[in-house]
């Protein structure tokens, strides 16, 4: 069975004795989304636009190494890796992730962000964690160079899920 068969939260190992939470290589961390969500809604907006544009850039940086590892535990193709990455994340707390594959990228719909549900509410998206995740997954995915940006945020008081572009750097 492929590594990926198994799910995420049966690789993770709590080494309570290390006082860490593990899957292989890669360490995780939980904290309270509306702790980690503070921060920002702590900032003025300029310094909060900022601050959420590192988060995003940080998470595609790191966000693709752990989708180049689910890459190389056997989701090798495009398919795959938007099944693993949709069946992980809700196991990371990240909400549910439904893809949707467009003619110039991939969007992506997530009902119950926990960055939205963590901040409160907000005058502009706050899912920049997500945008992304979703620029390093669709860039392994189309095997080019891609950007993740956030359209809708549930945050902002819109109905439904937040909504996601992926779309081809220039």
Known sequence: MAETARPFRE???WDLGRGEITDGPVRYLLIRPDTFMGLFARLDPAGRRAALDALRDATREFGSRSAARYQAMGADDADRLLATITATAPQLGWGIWRFHRAANGLDLEVSNSPFAAGIGTSDG?????????????????F???????ETACAATGGDGPCRFRARALP
């Open 11 to 13: 690789r993770l190992n």
């Open 125 to 141: 998206p706050v899912c920049a964690a997500i945008a992304g995740m979703l620029g390093a997954v669709a860039s392994l995915a």
């Open 143 to 149: 095997g080019r160079p891609m950007t993740g940006e």
